[in-house]
């Protein structure tokens, strides 16, 4: 029974070191495949136990790893949809060899359908098989739980970059390797049930206090070793070139969004501009539904697409995604684009996305970012500065004129585009040089194309890194109660009159904040100043900015710079906690060394090397189970024969033999001249066998877990 429970154990290790890949592949897909793998393996090694020799189960319980990811994994290789065919057989043994490699060059955690987590379920299985042996084949204490320890050890390396966190699984595994070591090395089920609850009180407390305890931000992640492979640029037409073409067919359904947010969605951010048009650096990497780059802040918002005639790879999404769920999906983790890389038409996806929030305290004293790239305009053809640069720079200083701040020089940016220009749907397409300055200086109409090209030339010249942002309004609803404003969640469809440029400005500790520096069409021009699309956040903000004082204010440096306020984590305040923590962190320490300390200290002195000094142990352990019993006796203050005397008038007549024996081969291993041979050992431990029995017969639980939990069990 006692070999059993161990094994039992040992699946528990072998499972709880593969769930700790949670941070590598998505939990829903990692349970079934590391269930499978921690306990057949078990089952297997307890059913051929006796029956075969370790040299025939291994074999065995190959075969069966082999069937199972067959079965599970490549059921396109295997024969009958579970045998290990030739294919099977060569996928899986590939699939474990390039696992780890996949892992360190994509986006954590892997796709659902990710063939490496072919990895886990062979280091799950070859765990819980080695466990298991051991278990079986020794009487080693804690040797079957290493087994399970590299299994977690890889968790924790390649979970690095993940988004799960390791300390509950570690937590876990630390309280099953000493309940494992509870179950092989207890005298009796008794200490078993006292020691059980024990345990989980202490899995408890270091699931509680150890994610407040002081430990690095960000822990040495070994993909820094590894090669990245390049992202993956993905070609398309500009979609700042079909803005023209969708506001020419206005009923033309894009897609269909179904969320609860009135957000604007964003398709593509273009940062390159070489003259003529813009363009996106982005590069693209798979990913598993994690969208590095913006962890946390802002408030959480779920959109599920529905792609219709939308051209291009771009998909839409609100703000800065943070996870995505879908086929055949890339991310550019610098910016959060997403493209598709399959069939578009009637392809559907779900986005979880943060939407930014900002206050005009913040935008105030905030500085440009020092980002070159956002700041380079080109030359012309013949490597000359074109006449458009200089005009564009009298422009933008006419235009801020008299603004005091970085922020408050692009909000005035944006409002003199909004009242000196027209947004007009049938204005020609272009965004070039030419183009911009004939918009600028002559036409004065133009679309919302026109206007984000300016403002991110504008803002360019002046000393603004800036970029354009090419979307969508939210959408009309197309059910009861699910138009925009209503906030009920419903499908909403979005057309190509939907379409929205805006342009975004990089500030240093804050990021990209949008500016819309289009006016509406209904009343733009003539003085109106309503931005068309623009959230109502962006609007208090921007008019909060304008309504600023003219007096001259100290222009922010490095030095006297106003750095944002990170967004409070859920939870409140970290102090707290971590006060909390040092006292929970010293009582687990203490309920840890009480736990463990007596019984390593018992087998030091049991498994001495002399035979004299087993016996001497022997005592001495003896003489700790006696004040268990509440008999007050200091090996140090009576002789062996006192002590005996004294504990048979307190336990009664059944310990005069094993307490006399004890004490004569005390006295002749400490002070008699003649040997003391293996068997007078053997002997007396198994006189303290006894008079423990007696002790546990007279001493109730309670009395002797209060012991056990007292200081003096530490010096016994």
Known sequence: MRGLVSVGVVALLAATAGLAFDGVFPFAALLPVVG????????????????????????????????????????????????????????????????????????????????????????????????????????????????????????????????????????????????????????????????????????LAAVVTAPAL??????????????????????????????????????????????ASEAN??????????????????????????????????????????????????????????????AGIVVDPATGMLAGTQAREGMTYEVTSGIRRYTAEDLRAAVPAADPAALRLPDGPDGRTPPQRARLLAIARRATAGAQSPTQRAARLAAYLRKHAVNDVNAPPGHGYRSIEFFLTESRRGTTEQFAASFALLARAIGLPSRIVVGFRP???????????SGAGGVRQVRGGDVLAWAEVEFD??????????????????????????????????????????????TPTAANRATPTPAPRPGGSAGPLVWAAVPAAALLVYLLAVLVVPPLRRMRRRRAAAPAARVVGAWRQTVARLR??????????????????????????????????????????????????????DLAWRHFGGVDALVRRKVGLASRLAHRLSPRSLVG
């Open 36 to 203: 499978l793998a921690a306990g057949v393996p078990c089952v297997l090694s307890v059913a051929l136990y006796g029956r075969l020799p370790l040299w025939g189960t291994i074999p065995v319980s190959v075969l069966g790893w082999l069937v199972a990811v067959s079965a599970t994994l490549f059921r396109s290789q295997a024969w009958l949809g579970f045998l290990p065919g030739p294919a099977a057989v060569r996928a899986a043994l590939l699939g474990v060899r390039d696992a780890g490699g996949r892992l360190l060059t994509t986006i954590l955690p892997a796709a659902p359908d990710s063939t490496a987590v072919v990895l886990a379920s062979f280091l799950v299985w070859a765990a819980a098989l080695a466990g298991a042996e051991i278990a079986l084949r020794s009487r080693s204490v804690m040797l079957p739980a290493l087994a399970a320890l590299p299994v977690l050890a890889v968790a924790v390396v390649l979970g690095v970059a993940g988004s799960g966190s390791v300390v509950p699984y570690a937590a876990v595994f630390a309280g099953l390797t000493l309940l494992l070591g509870l179950v092989r090395a207890a005298r009796s089920a008794g200490t078993i049930a006292v020691g059980v609850p024990l345990l989980a009180c202490l899995v």
């Open 214 to 259: 002081p430990r690095a931000e960000r822990p040495y992640d070994v993909r820094r070793l590894v090669e990245q492979p390049p992202p993956r640029p993905i070609n398309g037409v500009s979609a700042l070139d079909q803005v023209s073409a969708w506001l020419q067919n206005p009923q033309r359904e894009l897609f269909t969004v179904g969320t």
């Open 265 to 326: 969605l964003r398709l593509a951010v273009l940062d390159t501009f070489d003259g003529v048009t813009w363009t996106s650096g982005a590069g693209f990497v798979p990913t598993g539904g994690r969208v590095p780059g913006q962890e946390s802040g802002g408030d959480p918002v779920t959109q599920r697409f529905t792609l219709r005639k939308l051209p291009g790879p771009w998909l839409p999404a609100a703000d800065r995604p943070l996870l995505v769920k879908g």
């Open 475 to 485: 959408g009309t609803g197309s059910g009861p109660g699910s138009g925009p404003g």
């Open 509 to 554: 500790g804050i990021g990209w904040v949008p500016f819309y520096p289009t006016p509406s069409r209904t009343r733009s021009g003539g003085g109106g100043d309503v931005a068309e699309g623009a959230p109502k956040q962006a609007r208090e903000i921007e008019q909060a900015i304008n309504s600023d004082s003219s007096e001259p204010k100290p």
């Open 628 to 681: 268990v019993a509440g008999i007050p006796v200091r090996s140090d203050a009576l002789t062996a024969g006192e002590v005996a005397s004294l504990a048979e008038s307190v336990l009664g007549p059944a310990a005069r033999e094993p307490l006399t024996t004890l004490a004569d081969l005390a006295n002749l291993a400490t002070f008699g001249g003649a040997a003391v041979d293996q068997a007078d050992a």
